[in-house]
């Protein structure tokens, strides 16, 4: 399928707009490093609009929670 890799695009083209294209960077470790600390600040500070403005992690999160309370609900209807 042509979208198999979209999610991983745009990604990297978030990445490369919102944090390397603005750092000269000296060593390969600092690279590493830029890398991993704007991973975690895109997956646990940066709100996204398709996710109502929630951070990934946070609408995972949500999302497993409705998921228990659905089999919570489902268990509690079925006498379980």
């Given at each position: 399928?042509?979208?198999?890799?979209?999610?991983v695009e745009a990604f990297f083209k978030t990445l490369k707009a919102e944090k390397?294209?603005?750092?000269?960077f000296r060593t390969e470790?600092?690279?590493?490093?830029?890398?991993s600390e704007y991973t975690l600040h895109?997956?646990?500070v940066r709100p996204h609009t398709v996710l109502r403005y929630m951070t990934p992690s946070a609408y995972e999160a949500a999302?497993?929670?409705?998921?228990?309370?659905?089999a919570n609900?489902?268990?509690?209807?079925?006498?379980s």
């Open positions: 399928m042509p979208y198999d890799n979209s999610i390397l294209y603005h750092i000269q470790l600092e690279f590493r490093q830029a890398v895109y997956n646990e999302y497993y929670e409705r998921l228990e309370k659905r609900n489902e268990s509690n209807t079925t006498g």
